[in-house]
């Protein structure tokens, strides 16, 4: 994944391949519901959280009511984190797991407390002690969890990292299940939905071109309805109603174990949401629970036919990718203001890489400089590597208020989403590795041809960028 590519200009719309994918072959296309064929507010959506999260933690969990006091602030925490559940801190890791930044409480650790803690700046994600922030939706979990760390470092009693990162979890998913927050978002559901029309009518525009849609959400038939009924059915034009649109809608699927296990389905009745087993085939209608296999198997599909478009990481991508080898297409909501901000920081990269550029000749040439001291037992070169060293100190102040400048167009507390510093964040290797496309928005995708074929770029490889050392060995000889 090549996000630099981004800062050149791109024609609208945006949806960037990792692996090559053409549509004329897809036969059917899912849609999980949440943040993917639904768009929210996402600010607005996880104040709710946080407010439900809090009187959660007052009334079921008795923590003190001081916790109420804390205030919620979106910026605190950006999709792809690492909660360390045992240690009390919040991780943000590279493409091979390594920590580059973290912080303990709201307090940013520096590279020696790190080491400390960690030892080697690696982490096993295989590790129950981590979690990882997945989705907009654990936005502020991870927030809130930052700030209770911080208030038990200040002397408030609370239980230990451990068990407040169990109940955010405990008192979140049951706001999700008892209705605390979708009943609120139900009643004002202006605040927290965005209608898109231009989806639906690229969702119309596909089923012209023959292709089946369905939709796999881990929500009940009762939210779905309300949902899909206010963001799908006024812009409908060739339906009468969202249910004719989707061959198949599948509620409380249960994702990831919908990709993963065997499970029966349910016939939902539309008119009540009751429900009667089903002891046939799948057939076009409204269902709740089931599996991946059963719906392939039952549809005479081809894996690769099936397209799958999703925002969870793990719960939509990684594993459906794994298990079930669907096509895969992620929306990372994020990358539409982080777009934006690449390119008005184009300017500043490119003083950036030309600073570099002049500075690491120089270094190459002071480390060879320096070796050839050591191998001839000599202080020859000593006059030359001072100069050298000298101009390496100018570059540097340089470029130090250009990076600063840089960063402060990104979020304050993590930076971009997709990079941490010039590698790609573990996030990003992740979406490399399992999204065959991703986008900012479902709407990017549909616009495109149904015929579209995506097709990945080569991708450079460290050897490419063959150039600077060559050009060091080159000064080293005049």
């Known amino acids: ?121 690696y982490i096993d994600l295989s590790d129950p002690s981590y979690d990882t922030v997945d989705t907009t939706f654990s936005i502020a979990y991870a927030g809130l969890f930052m700030q209770l760390v911080e208030m038990k470092q200040n002397g408030i009693a609370l239980p ?120 046939s085939k799948i057939s076009p209608g409204i269902y709740q629970g089931g599996c991946a296999t059963t719906f392939t198997n039952d549809l005479d599909l081809s894996p690769d036919e099936i397209l799958y478009i999703g925002d969870h990481i793990y719960g939509d991508i990684v594993r459906l990718k794994k298990d079930c080898a669907w096509r895969t297409a992620l929306v990372v909501e994020e990358l539409e203001q982080e777009v ?32 050839e001291n050591i191998e001839t037992d000599s202080k020859k070169n000593e006059k030359k590597i001072e100069e050298l060293i000298s101009k390496v100190k100018k570059i540097d102040e340089q470029l130090s208020p250009l990076i600063r400048e840089r960063q402060s167009v990104f979020n304050p507390l993590w930076g971009e989403v997709m990079r941490v510093g010039i590698e790609e964040s573990y996030f990003a290797h992740q979406v490399e590795r399992f999204a065959c496309v991703y986008m900012s928005k479902l709407s990017e995708l549909l616009n495109m041809s149904p015929r579209t074929y995506f097709r990945s770029m080569k991708r450079p490889l460290a050897h490419d960028f063959q150039k600077i050392a060559p050009a060091a060995d080159e000064s080293l000889s005049h």
């Open 160 to 279: 230990d990292f451990q068990i407040i990162a169990e109940d955010l979890n405990y008192v979140l998913d049951r706001g999700h299940r008892d209705g605390s927050i979708k009943n609120v978002v139900e009643k004002k559901i202006s605040e927290f939905v965005i209608k898109d029309e231009e989806c639906v009518r690229g969702l119309e525009k596909y089923v012209r071109h023959g292709k089946k849609l369905f939709v796999v959400t881990n929500s009940d038939y009762h939210y779905t309805r309300i949902l899909l009924d206010y963001a799908i059915n006024p812009f409908l034009k060739d339906h009468k109603h969202w249910s004719e649109l989707f061959e198949f809608t599948i509620t409380a699927a249960q994702k990831p174990s919908f990709f993963t296990e065997k499970r029966r389905f349910l016939k939902v009745n539309p008119e009540d949401g009751t429900m009667t087993n089903l002891n």
């Open 1 to 121: 994944m090549n996000l630099s590519l981004i800062q050149k200009e791109s024609p609208k719309p945006m949806v960037f391949v990792n692996r090559t994918l053409n549509l004329k072959k897809i036969s059917s296309i899912g849609f999980d519901m949440d943040h993917t064929l639904i768009r929210y507010n996402s600010a607005n959506f996880e104040n709710l959280a946080h407010t439900v999260m809090l009187q959660k933690l007052v009334e079921v969990k008795d923590y003190p009511k001081s916790v109420l006091e804390l205030k919620f602030d979106f910026e605190r925490a950006i999709r792809g984190l690492v909660i360390d559940r045992k240690l009390g801190n919040v991780l943000k890791l590279s493409r091979h797991s390594a920590i580059r930044t973290a912080y303990h409480g709201t307090n940013a650790m520096d590279f020696r407390a790190q080491r400390k803690l960690y030892k080697s700046t």
């Open 340 to 371: 934006e901000k690449l390119k008005s920081t184009r300017e500043v990269t490119d003083q950036i890489d030309s600073l570099m550029e002049q500075k690491i000749p120089l270094e190459y040439e002071i480390d060879a400089l320096i070796s």
